[in-house]
């Protein structure tokens, strides 16, 4: 079965600090591995996918990621916060489970910007 | 651009009443998809379509239940609304000919059964 791992529930950055989310998930094949971010009161909204080729991939909104087969991880970066990314960011896997597709997504790590 | 819209938006409804949320997408895409989500936790399927005609219950078992008409409509219905039911709910679509699990959210239903 796939499953999502992220670890920091609530993460607290400083404006124009760097940041860095992390997020393992378990799979047995080549994963599909997104990353989603969802601002109070509304939907999901979709920041970097990774299927396959080149393992650092960029996103919307100066956001990146990079997958590490090693690791089995997907951690989620950016090099300057900005008070407007404060959000709660989810990461997702995609694949086969239980005989059908499905993605399974993580709890969620809720960011909190400070001036 | 993904369009896919829920209504309403929010509700606070007594207990015992029937709701119907709704859940529309203008992609053409055939898989439709509605998620609970409630605080602190992940986003639990309820529901899922692999087009018209075809529903079926996702992981986490829901007494609510849906209906798949037309490829752009999937609502969701609870035909007698209780505390328990108080959550957020999310629809969502994917295009399945891509093979890339993608999926497009619209912007969620905060049901409050009272």
């Known amino acids: 079965a796939q499953s999502v791992t992220q670890p920091d529930i609530h993460i607290t950055v400083s404006e124009g600090a760097s940041l860095e989310l992390r997020c393992n998930y378990s799979y047995g094949a080549t994963p599909y591995l997104f990353w989603y971010v969802q601002s109070p009161g509304q939907g999901l909204q979709l920041l970097l996918k990774?299927?396959?080729?080149?393992?650092l991939v960029q996103g919307i909104k100066g956001f990146e990621a990079e997958f590490k087969r090693s690791q089995s991880s997907f951690n989620l970066r950016k090099p300057s916060v900005h008070w407007s990314d404060a959000a709660e960011y989810f990461c997702a896997v995609g694949g086969y489970s239980g005989g059908y597709q499905k993605v399974t997504f993580g709890i969620g790590t809720k960011l909190q910007v400070i001036p | 651009e993904a369009d896919i819209y829920q209504t309403p938006r929010y509700l606070v409804i007594g207990t015992g009443k029937k709701i119907t949320l709704e859940c529309s997408q203008t992609?053409?895409?055939?898989?439709m998809y509605w998620y609970q989500q409630d605080p602190g936790m992940e986003l639990h399927l309820i529901h899922y379509s692999y087009g018209v005609n075809s529903t079926e219950k996702g992981d986490l078992s829901s007494e609510s239940t849906v209906s798949r008409i037309r490829t752009e409509h999937f609502p969701l219905t609870l035909e007698s609304a209780r505390p328990s039911h108080t959550s957020q709910y999310l629809c969502?679509?994917?295009?399945?000919?891509?093979?890339?699990?993608?999926?497009?959210f619209g912007p969620g239903t905060r049901l409050t059964v009272t």
């Open positions: 990774y299927f396959s080729g080149d393992t």
């Open positions: 992609m053409g895409h055939d898989k």
């Open positions: 969502a679509s994917s295009d399945p000919g891509t093979g890339t699990y993608e999926q497009y």
